[in-house]
T-cell receptor, first 112, second 113 residues
Framework: GENVEQHPSTLSVQEGDSAVIKCTYS??????FPWYKQELGKRPQLIID?????GEKKDQRIAVTLNKTAKHFSLHITETQPEDSAVYFC???????????FGKGTTLSVSS | DAGVIQSPRHEVTEMGQEVTLRCKPI?????LFWYRQTMMRGLELLIY????????DSGMPEDRFSAKMPNASFSTLKIQPSEPRDSAVYFC???????????FGSGTRLTVV
């Protein structure tokens, strides 16, 4: 089955800096890669996703890149703000109707 | 839409007791997923349903755990008997099955003492 590795487990940046979180997956058939943000005590919420026919996707300060050959994908947050502080999860699945397999999460702390 | 609705939000029970967690998915979503979240293991998939049919329950820890989806608008996750190591946040999520992101419920924080 699919296995998703996520690094780093914790990340501390200064406000205004960029943050990068990286994930690798094992199943070459995987073709859908979402990212979730979870604030303390809250539910995970989808922030951006990418499909295997796309190499990069941007949404304001957030971007995701995908390298299918290397089986890894990354989340990039630019101009970080204190409200970006949260746990971020990557995930992967290989077909519609199957379950997402999540990475272990990255705790991002943005200090002002 | 009210989103995915889970109940209860918090549950404290004694070891050995039966616990039932409930989930109402978003109307029209045909896939439902149960996850367990702990600090050590992150978000673990327990079981998921497509069109009310259980597809993969390989993540269910042991026979003490069972899940049902009697209709498209309701699912339960039952633990009997409960143990302290079952303490975690249990999330239900649903999707429309077209490989889009999930919508998670607010979760049930279970504490077994």
């Amino acid at each position: 089955g699919e296995n998703v590795e996520q690094h780093p487990s914790t990340l501390s940046v200064q406000e205004g800096d960029s943050a990068v979180i990286k994930c690798t997956y094992s199943d070459s058939a995987s073709n859908y890669f979402p990212w979730y943000k979870q604030e303390l005590g809250k539910r995970p919420q989808l922030i951006i996703d990418i499909r295997s026919n796309v190499g990069e996707k941007k949404d304001q300060r957030i971007a995701v890149t995908l390298n299918k050959t290397a089986k890894h994908f990354s989340l990039h947050i630019t101009e970080t703000q204190p409200e970006d502080s949260a746990v971020y999860f990557c995930a992967a699945n290989y077909q519609a109707g199957t379950a997402l397999i999540f990475g272990k999460g990255t705790t991002l702390s943005v200090s002002s | 839409d009210a989103g995915v609705i889970q109940s209860p939000r918090h549950e404290v029970t004694e070891m050995g007791q039966e616990v039932t967690l409930r989930c109402k998915p978003i109307s029209g979503h045909n896939s439902l997923f149960w996850y367990r979240q702990t600090m050590m293991r992150g978000l673990e998939l327990l079981i998921y349903f497509n069109n009310n049919v259980p597809i993969d329950d390989s993540g269910m820890p042991e026979d003490r755990f069972s899940a049902k989806m009697p209709n498209a608008s309701f699912s339960t996750l039952k633990i009997q008997p409960s143990e302290p190591r079952d303490s975690a946040v249990y999330f239900c999520a649903s999707s429309d099955g077209h490989q889009s992101g999930y919508t998670f419920g607010s979760g049930t924080r279970l504490t077994v003492v």
